[in-house]
């Protein structure tokens, strides 16, 4: 049986960085799927598959923190990354939680993403039997 590669899902307004890192993402073997807003990815029919969320806090419409508040409500537990071009103390504090594994202000460094990540991905491998 072969083994899945862990589904990262990126969801940011701004097309350039939504490209860059889900090429990113599959350059580094993971299988990855971008959406251009928060109401796109809830549709996502392998929403269940998702391994971790890379979202952007400020996008027009339902913004990233939202976005994690729903999945919540919704009882989806998904490791996310909030990214943000505009870094604000206060939204950091309100965006932590049990499944925020990172915060990182844009541009950020490509390791700093994938040890969110990996955090991410250690926090178990339940996203293999989804």
């Known amino acids: 049986?072969?083994?899945?590669?862990?589904?990262?899902?990126?969801?940011?307004?701004?097309?350039?960085?939504?490209?860059?890192?889900?090429?990113?993402?599959?350059?580094?073997?993971?299988?990855?799927?971008?959406?251009?807003?928060?109401?796109?990815?809830?549709?996502?029919?392998?929403?269940?598959?998702?391994?971790?969320?890379?979202?952007?806090?400020?996008?027009?419409?339902?913004?990233?923190?939202?976005l994690h508040r729903s999945l919540v409500a919704l009882g989806k537990s998904i490791p996310t990354v909030l990214i943000t071009a505009y870094p604000n103390e206060n939204a950091h504090r309100r965006g932590l939680g049990p499944d925020i594994v990172g915060y990182l202000a844009k541009p950020f460094g490509e390791q700093d993403l994938l040890k969110c990540i990996g955090s991410a991905l250690a926090r178990g491998t339940d996203w293999q039997d989804r």
């Not at 862990?6 to 097309?15: H, K, N, R, S, T």
């Not at 073997?29 to 807003?37: C, L």
């Open 1 to 66: 049986m072969p083994t899945k590669k862990p589904l990262i899902a990126i969801v940011d307004d701004d097309q350039s960085m939504r490209e860059a890192t889900q090429g990113l993402m599959r350059s580094l073997g993971f299988d990855a799927e971008a959406f251009s807003s928060a109401d796109d990815f809830l549709r996502f029919p392998h929403l269940h598959r998702t391994a971790c969320l890379v979202t952007d806090i400020h996008m027009s419409g339902m913004n990233g923190l939202d």
